[in-house]
């Protein structure tokens, strides 16, 4: 055979598998479907993975969070350059820079943190054809404040979380409090005073029960006590998701009183610091690949304290 045929052949070789070898290495790096309960990880932040078969597989993870801990500072990726004015109707602005959640970790020196904000421009036909890269220029869509300074104008049609001195708020109008340090936004309010919104209610009989993934933001009737929840899905036989009814049923179970969803879908990502680097904490899913992290435009992280074994171990 001519070297030249050889090569084409093998160039071809390489290109049909390289895409299984990146399949087969993220099932391998998925987190194992087994039950954590209430695992402590930084002082006032406890995790748990919930694991059900029924009616389809499913993989859940709650991460409870004690704002009034000591240490404990909530963080929102702020505006790559001051920003003077903010046009939502400005489809060319680019307020952040897209980074996956693990490099937001390592980057900002984080403990904890999750994918926030719906954002544009995006696009997702392979590993090799997707926007935005990681260190792109991207748009968010709703409200965001980092540290009392507004990176994205309100929508009064999509919900925020707002937080303020060891406290937060939901609002379904974004209408966040003047005092307000970090917020971001999401889609809408699942849970108001510990029920189903209207809107959601609204939304039940169209979504012809499709199973989605999640990243939902929840708080006590205190505002004192928050609940990140991410639903794994897309992956057949590790976890297919929840449908809307089913997730809002879930955070409802928590004891949540109100309930955000923020961006989800292969945004869905959790990841935290650990001895040996940042460390994904689901299993998230990009371009159809397990496992595979997709730079998203802004994230809700935290700052924490390590454990005291005297205290967080009894």
Known sequence: MPRGSLVKRSVLWLGLLMPLMLYGVGIWRRPSRQVVTRQPLFRGIVYSRH??????????????????TPGLIPYVTPAYQPVAEIDPLDWERRETIARRTSEAIKAEGLQLAINANYFFPFREVTLWNYQPRSGQL??????????????????????????????????GDSACPQETQQAVAGNWMLLNQGQPTETVQQQLPNEDNKPYSYTIAALDATGTRLWLVLIDGKQPLYSEGMTLAEVTRFVQALGADTALQLDGGGSTTIAIAAATGPQVLNAPIHAKVPGQERPVANHLGFFAQPLDPEIDNN
């Open 51 to 68: 694991i059900a078969d029924h009616p389809r597989p499913q993989v859940a993870h709650v991460v409870e969070i004690d704002l009034t």
């Open 138 to 171: 991207a748009s968010l869509v709703g409200l965001a404040i980092a540290n009392g300074n507004k990176t994205s104008a309100e929508d009064p049609q999509r919900a925020a979380i707002c937080f303020l001195n060891q406290q937060a708020t939901i609002r």
